[in-house]
């Protein structure tokens, strides 16, 4: 029996309350939460019900009574449809409380030890919040004979086509619409979801803003790539500012854009982007901060936090191509760095070698599973930093933290919510010094979050 007396297709007058961590406004009818996509914080709408869950309804606006002054129109023409962005009918400078808002949510959730009392700092944002991302991952479907690039809908399968993304850096959307042509002009077989047939499957950019090079990879269901030379011939004489041509097979069923094996089609493996004074080799699967600019904030943020000495050494677990590490590698004794990916490995050597640092070392590997084996044989270090993927950190690293207790410890995160539920654990042995926002990714619901833990 359900506890509800929502039902699907009921309309109701409803205030806003707050954002939820998905952008969405919440209002409560009948002390049942309801969100509502595109709603904003002191709104009054009569809302339709579009779904109802055991503890919670979702609804569409379906007559705004009172708008937020805080609403603006969004300059985005699929803004509705795509589902790339969710925050773009919100003014900036609100989108940054919201997303120190969205930690406080997070901390109310999990309730680590402590959490009322920890600091949350204001969200640092950009000047210019758009054209910032460096890398975009652009499905591809063919329709009659035309190729289309763009993202999938929000919760959906259905492509919109995208010619000119707000938030991606203007030399990769020029790149995937050339070759989105390119594909369509040659007659190139594109995938097809439903059959799990043909050969293109989406189209990967991402440009050195400090170099200009650009990476070109495309993700195939096959080692066929069909017309491959007329291809090639067509990227560089038309597309000079591509250095690097790479093929990526995934020929299995999963959301994950890449699969394991990547070939050079031509050019040169990797692409160079230079942060500070450091330079970076970055290859096709290797992570790197999609929002350049806002990286030397963050790692910035990282090493306020950290505040290394000449004598202590630092772990930097999911390193990456080694950025964080590297940019610290000056201040310490020595830093170790682990990622499971080999071809990140690879880079992060190579860029430890090209900026001369030698009191660095980088090896293949889970972060929990080579902690605990460098801690066994003698390397106790001295601060860790940790920057996982959404998901948070494994349990079995936090064990290991938890165990060996290094006295300074700075968490990344890209996800508040996971942060929040690993805090839980960490805040047995550390305290929370204070939590800082960063604005990565401006006009979504997403946003990056320093953390700096002392031990007790």
């Not at 509502?36 to 709408?45: C, D, N, R, S, Y």
């Not at 993202?151 to 707000?166: F, M, P, Q």
């Not at 400090?210 to 017309?227: A, R």
């Not at 560089?236 to 089609?265: F, H």
Request: hydrophobic fraction near 40%.
């Amino acid at each position: 029996m359900t506890e509800h007396t929502i039902e699907i297709g009921q309309r109701f007058p409803l205030t806003i309350k707050r954002l939820g961590i998905n952008g969405e406004g919440i209002g409560y009818y009948k002390r049942t939460i309801v969100f509502v996509k595109g709603a904003l914080p002191e709104e009054e709408a009569v809302v339709e019900v579009t779904a109802v869950m055991p503890k919670f309804a979702e609804a569409k606006i379906r007559k705004m009574r009172k708008a937020s002054k805080q609403r603006v129109t969004p300059p985005c023409p699929v803004y509705e449809t795509c589902g790339g962005c969710q925050l773009q009918h919100l003014a900036y400078p609100k989108q940054l409380d919201f997303k120190k808002d969205m930690m406080l949510q997070a901390l109310e959730k999990f309730k680590p030890s402590g959490y009322q009392q920890f600091k949350l700092m204001d969200t640092i944002g950009m000047a210019e919040p758009w054209h910032y991302r460096n890398k975009a991952q652009f499905q591809v479907r063919a329709e009659e004979g035309q190729v289309f690039a763009g993202l999938y809908g929000a919760g959906t399968h259905h492509l919109v086509a995208i010619k000119d993304c707000l938030v991606q850096r203007p030399e990769t959307t020029r790149v995937i619409n050339a070759v989105r042509g390119f594909l369509e002009e040659l007659a190139i077989p594109i995938y097809e979801e439903i059959k799990h047939s043909g050969i293109v499957k989406t189209i990967v950019t991402r440009v050195g803003i400090e170099t200009g090079e650009v990476q070109l990879v495309l993700v195939t269901n096959s080692k066929k790539l069909p017309k491959k030379q007329q291809l090639l011939e067509k990227i560089n004489t038309q597309l000079p500012e591509v250095v690097s041509v790479m093929q990526n097979v995934n020929q299995e069923k999963t959301s994950l854009v890449m699969g394991n094996e990547t070939i050079l089609l031509a050019g040169k493996e990797s692409i160079e982007e230079r942060i500070d004074t450091l330079s970076f080799e970055l290859s096709a699967r290797a992570f790197f901060q999609l929002n350049p600019e806002q990286t030397k904030v963050l790692y910035e943020e990282a090493r306020k936090a950290l505040q290394l000495q000449q004598n202590e050494t630092l772990v930097d677990a999911y390193c990456g191509v080694g950025t964080i590490g590297l940019s610290l590698a000056k201040e310490a004794k020595e830093v170790r760095g682990m990622d499971i990916i080999p071809e990140a490995i690879e880079d992060a050597k190579k860029n430890a070698a090209k900026l001369g640092f030698e009191n660095v070392k980088y090896e293949v590997g889970k972060a929990e599973s080579l902690l605990p084996l460098w801690l066994k044989r003698g390397f106790k270090p001295d601060a860790i930093v940790v920057d996982p993927p959404r998901t948070g950190c494994d349990k079995e690293l936090l064990k290991a933290i938890l165990k060996n207790k290094p006295k300074k410890l700075v968490y990344i995160s890209c996800n508040p919510s996971t942060l929040a539920r690993d805090l839980v654990q960490l805040t047995k042995v550390y305290q929370v010094d204070y939590l800082q926002s960063v604005d990565m990714f401006p006009q979504t619901a997403r946003v990056e979050v320093v953390a700096r833990l002392l031990l007790k």
